[in-house]
């Protein structure tokens, strides 16, 4: 069930309703009149995540160590299995 917005015609109050898809005419929150016209509302903005530059540079610098680390590891992995290759007698 969407939530429409609507417009009375006899006292002009605005309202939002909790109502069935495709409903076009509600009860008037402020004077009962029947009626009530729905009408199109703007949508809400989507939210914005922001960063300070403070917060940038933590995230860089994260993200340097993260990279130098899995540097590190995958050639560390590669030098024991040079290693192992050639202690089994099967390496260049």
Do not use: W
């Amino acid at each position: 069930m969407p939530i429409y917005e609507f417009r009375c015609g006899r006292c002009e109050a605005r309202f939002e309703a909790l109502v069935a898809s495709g409903t076009e005419t509600e009860a008037c929150r402020e004077c009962g009149a029947p009626g009530a016209t729905r009408v199109l509302s703007a949508p809400a903005q989507p939210p914005k995540l922001v960063k300070s530059g403070a917060g940038n540079r933590r995230q860089d610098a994260k993200n340097r160590k993260l990279h130098a680390a899995t540097k590190a590891d995958f050639k560390a992995q590669r030098r024991r299995a040079r290693t192992s290759a050639k202690s089994r007698g099967g390496g260049s």
